[in-house]
């Protein structure tokens, strides 16, 4: 390879003399028209120097990626709508009997709606429940915290309870004594 890279300024001299050499027979009179020809040995400074781009790998690694995932999700699903409609029959108005009462699901015509209301998205039935429910443990905690004040405030006014965070404190040194040995040794008497 450097042998041919060396070759190369020298090849572009040859180059620009030989059409003036066809051109031309080779006397002196025409090697005089010509002129001097000057042929350089060494392409090693200058203007032809490589200039420095971002590299375009990792921007086409991810265009890549991103155009795959993109066809690995269209493709298929594309593929089931297409089936669906082509397949599928739609859903049609048609009498029950009286001891039959219909589910939330069969009230879509399009096959697909129906799929996603059937197995995806929650019946009304339990979201109604489940909002209801909610509803009621709201509703318990206002009560309990309405009859926490109504109890503080009886306390308040009377004064003649003592508080809910009252412990009995021992009034017989004996009994101190026991407290202080159970609570050093973790044991009973």
């Keep these: 390879m450097v042998v041919f890279s060396s070759l190369r300024p020298s090849t572009r001299g040859l180059m620009a003399v030989m059409p003036i050499l066809r ?17 350089a040995t060494r392409g090693g400074g200058g203007g032809n120097a490589m200039k420095l781009k971002p590299g375009m790998y990792m921007d086409r690694l991810w265009r890549d990626g991103v155009h795959f995932f993109i066809l690995l999700g269209t493709i298929p699903v594309l593929t089931v709508i297409t089936l669906a409609n082509l397949v599928l029959p739609q859903g049609e108005l048609t009498d029950l009997p009286e001891d039959r009462v219909p589910q939330t699901w069969e009230y879509h ?3 697909i709606t129906r799929f996603i209301a059937k197995h995806i998205v929650r019946s009304p039935e339990k979201l109604y429940e489940t909002n209801m429910a909610l509803v ?36 017989d040194s004996r009994q101190i004594s026991q407290d202080d ?4 040794k973790g044991t009973a008497w």
Aim: no cysteine.
């Design 181 to 184: 040995y159970k609570e050093s």
């Design 136 to 171: 009621h443990i709201e509703e318990e905690k206002r009560r309990l915290r309405k009859l926490d004040a109504q109890v503080k405030r009886v306390m308040l006014n009377r004064q003649d309870i003592r508080g809910w965070y009252f412990f009995q404190g021992a009034t």
């Design 109 to 111: 015509q399009h096959p």
């Design 23 to 39: 051109r031309s027979p080779q006397t002196p009179s025409a090697i005089k028209q010509a002129g001097p020809v000057v042929l």
